[in-house]
């Protein structure tokens, strides 16, 4: 979507249902995707998506359009969501990982054993490192709205992923050693 | 790198740029080629939550607009009552729009009068399963008419990154509806100018309301892109035909509705090196004339240059000792976007020379670039022959140890499946050792990029005794899954000389990689009917436009278990008059999400009429697809109803998606 295009439709929306309706026709399957990623909590994440949704209907009106997109703005409320749920239920240990694809834990467990390299390397990263991998990879974004999302800067965000896409590989490589001991030559 | 030494600035410049050129960015690019697909919101779920949404807009919009004028009753009076009778205009009995829809008996048309601005429309009204209205972003509009396009999306085909998916949500607003119309890419030029003959074709569909929404999402070659337009920055185009009762076309129009796409994919150029005179293995002795062919493929940008040097075989691992690549072997060769092949003849310089800036052997580096008129080069690949080197003739100097591959079988862009023969012809000339190994691997194309992670898998290994020699090796390909997992579905092969010392001690002498080889790990089975049972049963005559609809569908099992197949029945109707084609041909892909290629589940032909069509298809997943399907996975499921006109070209003439296909959860046994 053009920067221009969407600037105009949030300017509509500021006064118009209608226009919110187009946002939230956009916007409302990756936001419910990115929460899903982070939580692999079905209701959960509807309820993350609906107050993600309501907070921006309740603050439209004072969104000032700063270059990024709207998107980055509702990602950031989401992820905020995230982290509030997590605190109000005395979450000590970091998020789940976004890659377990069955609510069951033990099925959940089972699966995740299955991966390929790249899944469960990325498992065994820190949250802050996966979350700045997801955000930028796989929700597609740009570095200025991951950085709009995170609260720094550009530039910040790149030091950011190169730290986590070297501990990525690491990790993969500590994967790696293990499974591939078998085929190299000499071993 | 730590992080005190690193340039923030220069490396996202890179990263947006698409580069690949530390491991970091080689990690990011396979990141973004193997992203999760999305997981939408359920349905019901995100029609609920709109509603409400805008339920809460209209409440909120009145309160607030209260409190600023003052609490003035009338004016808040006002102001809701307008919001309502929008609503209700909208929410109103459908006349506006239903009498755009041709088939008055649509249910979804009719139910949709009870929401307040979300229509959805399925399949009946027109021949696509993704048509749906959005009255909202037309609305806003006002009077407006015409297209308007509402998202634009591309990004690499998934399990091809040769295609470019293209998205994109076009809205029309017009006074009679568009009927026959085609979405396609047009010259940004030639503009309107371009006509339908002048497109290449995406979409077609019949379209029966005059006001709507398309959802275009198509897989486009950028190579068909670039030989029909001569660009790969093409606009968005659609073409509309109005036709009046068979008599044919009442009325062309070409609307463009969108800026420029870009069909560039960074990061998939590749050289490879075909045939070399002298034969690799003879040293060279001074100046002497060499004639080398190298095959290319650029496809991240319209034009590049390719370069050609003679370098030593570690000269990226040595620095400052004097192995330099030597520049000008053979003239710069312009490339545009494509495949192709070059030729560079060129002399090597004086013996001296070579072993002074080379080393002690030379092999051939060629890189691809863009940039050059700037002075700036931009590097979109870099390949090093390895696989093909020389020795240079030092006197009283121990030779060098080499391997290379003479004949490699099957042919280099060949699949090969599980059970397919293969065989090697590989020279050697071992001086270092008394006795060695050679091994041969299967190993990831850019396999020297893994920093430790050697993505290789071992084939067949025989000893061998100092001196030259050729060996042969045939074998025959097993545990395809198991190579899949460790390399991928793209392959090379790569010979290695290595040796043991008396304490056993394993050395690797020297490695070769076959860079033309290329072979696809597996069968892709797009477009091959496999397994399937139709039932067709013809009903009437059609008269109307082409349709197709899924009415029931079924899977024996969401949960299979090891190595069970699933089985699959669908029930459809169709609708295919004469005029559109005496037969089609009605088709189901299954598609895994993430992996590409498609299984071609089967179909059959159905004849120009209405029918009823009960199609049952079966397939083992493990079998048939191997890792693709080996853990819980989504998928898409596509129905379409092709025809095919007497210069072979097939058309998609409708398709159907069911909304949420069963999941497929397999586990290996």
């Known amino acids: 979507m053009l920067e221009n295009e969407e600037e105009a439709l949030v300017k509509r929306a500021q006064q118009d249902p209608q226009a919110f309706g187009v946002l939230y026709d956009r916007y409302a399957d990756r936001i419910y995707t990115f929460v899903w990623r982070q939580t692999t909590d079905e209701a959960l994440a509807k309820d993350v998506t609906a107050t993600t949704f309501e907070k921006a209907l309740r603050h439209v009106r004072r969104y000032r359009w700063q270059g990024n997109s709207f998107c980055a703005w509702l990602y950031r409320i989401a992820r905020n969501e995230i982290v509030q749920h997590y605190r109000r239920q005395r979450f000590l240990a970091p998020l789940r990982s976004w890659l377990l694809s069955d609510a069951n834990v033990e099925k959940a467990v089972q699966n995740q054993e299955r991966q390929d390299a790249l899944q469960k390397a990325l498992a065994r990263l820190p949250a802050p490192d996966r979350e700045v991998i997801v955000l930028r990879f796989f929700e597609e974004l740009s570095s200025a709205e991951v950085a709009e999302i995170l609260g720094c800067s550009t530039a910040n965000v790149y030091v950011r992923l190169h730290r986590a896409l070297g501990r990525l590989r690491r990790e993969m490589e500590v994967g790696a050693s293990g499974e591939f001991a078998s085929v190299r030559v000499g071993e | 790198m730590s992080d005190k030494q690193f340039d923030e600035r220069e490396w996202g410049r890179r990263l947006e740029a698409g580069k690949e050129s530390d491991p970091e960015l080689l990690l990011a690019g396979q990141l973004r080629y193997f992203r999760p697909e999305p997981r939408p919101l359920?349905?019901?779920?995100?029609?609920?939550?709109?509603?409400?949404?805008?339920?809460?807009?209209?409440?909120?919009?009145?309160?607030?607009?209260?409190?600023?004028?003052?609490?003035?009753?009338?004016?808040?009076?006002?102001?809701v009552l307008a919001v309502m009778v929008v609503w209700v205009w909208l929410a109103g009995p459908d006349q506006r729009w239903g009498a755009a829809t041709e088939s008055g008996t649509n249910p979804e048309t009719n139910a949709a009068g009870s929401l307040p601005v979300d229509l959805a429309l399925s399949g009946t009204a027109a021949e696509t399963a993704?048509?749906?209205?959005?009255?909202?972003?037309?609305?806003?509009?006002?009077?407006?008419?015409?297209?308007?396009?509402?998202a634009l999306r591309q990004r690499p085909y998934r399990g091809n990154a040769d295609l470019i998916q293209v998205e994109a949500t076009l809205a029309w607003n017009l006074a009679e509806p568009p009927r026959e119309v085609s979405f396609g890419l047009a010259h940004p030029e030639q503009g309107a100018e371009a006509g339908a003959a002048g497109m290449v074709v995406l979409s077609t569909a019949v379209i029966t309301t005059a006001t709507g929404s398309f959802e275009l999402s198509a897989a486009v070659d950028p190579l068909e892109v670039w030989q029909q337009l001569g660009t790969l920055e093409p606009l968005?185009?659609?073409?509309?035909?109005?036709?009046?009762?068979?008599?044919?076309?009442?009325?062309?129009?070409?609307?463009?509705?969108?800026?420029?796409?870009?069909?560039?994919?960074?990061g998939r150029d590749r050289l490879w090196l075909i045939s070399a005179s002298p034969e690799p293995g003879n040293p060279l002795a001074g100046q002497t004339p060499f004639r080398v062919e190298i095959g290319y493929r650029l496809v991240s940008a319209p034009t590049a240059d390719v370069r050609l040097h003679l370098v030593h075989p570690e000269w990226e691992s040595?620095?400052?000792?004097?192995?330099?690549?030597?520049?000008?072997?053979?003239?710069?060769?312009?490339?545009?976007?494509?495949?192709?092949?070059?030729?560079?003849?060129?002399?090597?310089?004086?013996?001296?020379?070579?072993?002074?800036?080379?080393?002690?052997?030379?092999?051939?580096?060629?890189?691809?670039?863009?940039?050059g008129d700037s002075g700036v080069l931009d590097m979109l690949t870099l390949r090093n022959f390895s696989e093909a080197q020389w020795p240079i003739a030092t006197p009283g100097a121990a030779l060098p140890d080499l391997v290379w591959f003479n004949v490699v079988s099957p042919e280099p862009s060949d699949t090969v499946a599980e059970g397919t023969p293969l065989a090697f012809e590989i020279g050697y000339e071992l001086h270092s050792a008394a006795a060695g190994t050679i091994s041969v691997f299967l190993a990831h194309p850019d396999r020297e990029r893994f920093q430790g992670y050697a993505r290789t898998t071992w084939l067949e290994s025989q000893q061998v005794g100092a001196g030259e020699g050729q060996l042969s090796f045939t074998t025959t390909l097993t545990e395809l899954p198991y190579h899949q997992a460790v390399i991928g579905e793209d392959a090379t092969v790569m010979a290695v000389?290595?040796?043991?010392?008396?304490?056993?001690?394993?050395?690797?002498?020297v490695t070769a990689t076959h860079e033309e080889t290329l072979w696809r790990l597996g069968e892709t089975m797009i477009g091959i009917p496999r397994v399937a049972e139709m039932e067709v049963t013809t009903l009437a005559d059609s008269a109307g436009a082409v349709r197709l609809e899924l009415l029931d569908f079924a899977s024996s099992s969401d949960r299979a278990q090891g190595l069970a197949p699933i089985t699959m029945t669908a029930e459809l109707v169709y609708g295919l008059p004469h005029r559109i084609g005496e037969e089609a041909s009605l088709l189901a892909f299954v598609?895994?999400?993430?992996?590409?290629?498609?299984?071609?589940?089967?179909g059959g032909i159905v004849r120009a009429g209405e029918g009823?069509?009960?199609?049952?298809?079966?397939?083992?997943?493990?079998?048939?697809?191997?890792?693709?399907?080996?853990?819980?996975?989504?998928?898409?499921?596509?129905?379409?109803?092709?025809?095919?006109?007497?210069?072979g070209t097939i058309t998609t003439r409708a398709q159907v998606l069911p909304d949420t296909p069963p999941p497929i959860f397999i586990f290996e046994p």
């Open chain 2, 130 to 150: 993704r048509l749906q209205l959005e009255l909202a972003a037309l609305e806003e509009e006002g009077t407006a008419t015409g297209w308007q396009l509402l």
């Open chain 2, 497 to 509: 000389l290595s040796t043991a010392s008396d304490e056993g001690e394993y050395q690797e002498l």
């Open chain 2, 236 to 266: 968005l185009a659609i073409t509309t035909a109005q036709t009046l009762d068979g008599l044919g076309t009442l009325a062309e129009t070409v609307a463009f509705a969108a800026e420029p796409l870009s069909l560039f994919t960074p």
């Open chain 2, 612 to 647: 009823r069509v009960i199609l049952t298809f079966s397939f083992n997943p493990w079998r048939d697809l191997g890792r693709r399907l080996r853990h819980n996975v989504g998928y898409e499921l596509i129905f379409m109803l092709n025809t095919v006109d007497e210069a």
């Open chain 2, 591 to 602: 598609i895994p999400s993430g992996a590409g290629a498609s299984i071609a589940a089967g």
């Open chain 2, 42 to 79: 359920p349905p019901h779920f995100k029609r609920e939550l709109r509603g409400r949404l805008l339920q809460q807009y209209g409440e909120r919009s009145a309160a607030g607009r209260l409190v600023e004028w003052g609490g003035s009753l009338a004016a808040g009076a006002v102001l």
């Open chain 2, 318 to 371: 040595a620095g400052g000792d004097g192995r330099l690549p030597i520049n000008g072997a053979g003239d710069v060769a312009a490339v545009t976007y494509g495949e192709g092949t070059l030729t560079f003849d060129f002399v090597t310089e004086h013996l001296d020379y070579l072993l002074q800036v080379i080393g002690d052997r030379a092999t051939l580096m060629a890189h691809m670039t863009t940039g």
